[in-house]
């Protein structure tokens, strides 16, 4: 029998546990002290990439006003970002600027992930948000030191896609947070804001860069796993030289390889009867 957390024998323990959490970040962050950044500019001159983030997606059998709810987080968190320059040195953290999503602060209930499953939460719908700066960061030089998944779970049927599945965030005030540190010789700065339809993300930069990024899919495909369906693939960042149009680097960002939690009907490709040995290209 699997021993219970702490957390999980009631919604009050769950509370205590999610306090502890929160001031041990805190605690963190006042013994190791980090320059974060908290500086806003008028925009950058250089778009170095820019995505909007479709708002309202089918999601399964969610419901309706959980979306509307996240629309509501995600055009209440956008300010906090908006403009925000990260200099050379300085530590971009999203709940450090956002701070905690609470209903005093005009957050609405909205669809979060508990154990593998979706249900609802204060602030929920937030990680689209980090999904957005995320996706942008991946095409920059700018260096990921703190990035969390989704513990390898495909949690909803692919609809309108537009990014490779697994290249998401898990964020949770304020434990969980998202983070970017400025390594090189230059300022970058996201700009973001709320439509009706789309969250819109630009990141900036002062000057243009030598390379070009890339991010790559490959090796996709679903397999059936002891009666289960499973999700893999690859996702690689390559960069390429302006200037030669050669590719200059190329690194395996993460390997997937997530439970599928829907109906394996709502899978749109074959399902494999088993994962392919390891160099065999799947069809």
Known sequence: MTRRLFGDISPFTYRISLRKMIALRWMRDLTHPVRFATHRTAPLPVV?????????????????????????????????????????????????????????RGYRNGLTISSGHATSGMGGGICQFTNLLHWMVLHSPLTIVEHHHHDNLDLFPDFNRQIPFGTGTSVMYNYLDYRVRNDTDQAFQFMVSATQEYLVGELRTERALEVKFHIQEDDAYFYDKHGEVYRHN??????????????????????????????????????????????????
């Open 48 to 104: 170095l990439y820019s995505h909007n983030s479709l708002i309202r997606r089918k999601l399964g059998n969610i419901d309706l006003q959980l979306q509307e709810n996240k629309a509501v987080n995600l055009a209440l968190a956008a300010p906090h970002i908006n403009g925000v320059v990260i200099t050379p040195g300085e530590t971009f953290s999203f709940w450090h600027l956002v701070g905690a999503t609470t209903a005093r």
């Open 234 to 283: 690859r996702i690689y960042r390559s960069a390429r030289s302006k200037a030669t149009g050669n590719e200059v680097e190329r690194v395996l960002l993460v390997e997937n390889d997530a439970r599928v939690m829907y109906d394996r009907a709502l899978v749109n490709a074959e399902i494999l009867p088993e994962r392919p040995s390891a160099g065999t290209k799947a069809p």
